[in-house]
C-alpha cells in the first residue's frame, strides 16, 4: 500500500483542524480530543508523510511547505465527502420525500393516473398535486413554490426549463343531440352563432380559443363563464350552449356520454402540455427522478390512456 493511504481520515480531520488554528491545543479542543492525543496523531501522520508538516519558531507553529500541500489535499477530500454525503441524503430522500407539483386544469385528468404507478415504486414519497388555472399556476410559478409545473403554454417572460410531454388538442364539445353533431367541417362563422359557454379569465384553454376567433375576426356569443371543465360539461349536457375544451377532459366519458365532439375547421386547436421548472433551480432527487419518469414511462402511459 502507498504510504499515505496508511493516513486515516481521523488523522486527516486532526491535521486539517491543527492547521486551520496553527494550535495543536485549540485542535484539540474543536475535536474534544486531548492536547496529547492530537501531538500523538500529528506525530504518526508526519512519519507516514515523510516530511515534517509543521515547523515551531518560538512559540508560535507554522506549516510547512508538505504541510500547505496537505493542507489543499485536505479540503479537496473533505469536499467531495461533504459532496458524497449530500448524495447520500438525497438518495435516502427517495425512500422518503417530498414532490411538490402544480398541473394545469386539464392535466388533472392525466397526471394523476400517472402518479399512482410512481407512488407505488416509490412508497415512502408524499405527493402533494395542486391543480390550478394557467395564471394561478404562473403565480406559483414566479414565488418557486413547487417542485415541477405542468401546462400548455410556456412562459416567454420567465427562463425556464420547458421539456414537452404529451399532446394536448382542444375540441369543440356539443350536446349529444345538437343539430350540427354528425356535419363535416363546420364552418368558424357557424359556430359562432351558437351560445358558448367560456373557461374563466385566467384560463389558458380561454386564452387559445379567444386567440383563434380573434385571428379570424369572429366574436364568440359568450352565454356563461364557467370556472372549471367539469362544470362546462356539466353545462353543455345540460343544453345551455357548446364550448371549447381539451380533448383530455373527455378522458373518462364513454360511448354513452351525452356530449359530443363537433368536425369544425380549424379544429383541433394543437397544444402541447410541458413539464417546466425554474432555469437553474436545483431539483431534488425526488423531483428528479419523476421527472425523467413523466418524460418516459409516464408519456407511454399517458399515451395508452388516451387512445
Ligand atoms: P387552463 O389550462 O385552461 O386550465 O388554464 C391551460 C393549459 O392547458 O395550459
Excluded at 191 to 207: D, N, W, Y
Amino acid at each position: 500500500m502507498p504510504p499515505l493511504k496508511q493516513a486515516t481520515l481521523h488523522q486527516l480531520a486532526v491535521f486539517e483542524a491543527a492547521a486551520r488554528h496553527l494550535s495543536f491545543t485549540r485542535a484539540a479542543e474543536e475535536l474534544f480530543l486531548t492536547q496529547p492525543t492530537v501531538s500523538m496523531q500529528m506525530k504518526q501522520l508526519t512519519k507516514t508523510v515523510g516530511l515534517p508538516l509543521f515547523e515551531q519558531v518560538g512559540r508560535r507553529l507554522y506549516l510547512t511547505d508538505a504541510g500547505r500541500e496537505l493542507c489543499r489535499t485536505c479540503e479537496h477530500i473533505f469536499e467531495e465527502l461533504r459532496q458524497f454525503e449530500t448524495l447520500v441524503a438525497e438518495m435516502k430522500g427517495l425512500k422518503q420525500g417530498y414532490l411538490r407539483l402544480t398541473v394545469v386544469t386539464t392535466a388533472k385528468y392525466v397526471v394523476p393516473r400517472l402518479l399512482g404507478p410512481f407512488c407505488r415504486h416509490y412508497p415512502g414519497i408524499d405527493v402533494s398535486l395542486i391543480v390550478a388555472n394557467h395564471d394561478q399556476l404562473m403565480d406559483r410559478l414566479g414565488a418557486n413554490q413547487d417542485d415541477l409545473y405542468i401546462l400548455s403554454h410556456p412562459p416567454e417572460t420567465m427562463d425556464v426549463a420547458c421539456q414537452p410531454f404529451l399532446d394536448n388538442p382542444l375540441v369543440v364539445l356539443a350536446p349529444g343531440d345538437h343539430p350540427l353533431v354528425g356535419q363535416k367541417q363546420i364552418s368558424l362563422v357557424r359556430l359562432v352563432e351558437e351560445p358558448f359557454i367560456m373557461r374563466e379569465p385566467g384560463s389558458g384553454t380561454r386564452q387559445a380559443v379567444q386567440k383563434l376567433f380573434s385571428h379570424h375576426g369572429l366574436k364568440l356569443k359568450v352565454r356563461m363563464e364557467l370556472g372549471s371543465n367539469e362544470a362546462i360539461k356539466q353545462a353543455i349536457a345540460g343544453g345551455l350552449g357548446i364550448s371549447i375544451l381539451s380533448a383530455h377532459t373527455m378522458a373518462l366519458e364513454g360511448h354513452t356520454s351525452q356530449i359530443a365532439c363537433l368536425d369544425v375547421e380549424e379544429f383541433p386547436i394543437r397544444r402541447h402540455w410541458h413539464v417546466i421548472h425554474p432555469q437553474g433551480k436545483h431539483l431534488s432527487v425526488v423531483a428528479r427522478t419523476f421527472l425523467t419518469y413523466l418524460l418516459t414511462e409516464g408519456k407511454v402511459l399517458a399515451r395508452e390512456g388516451v387512445q
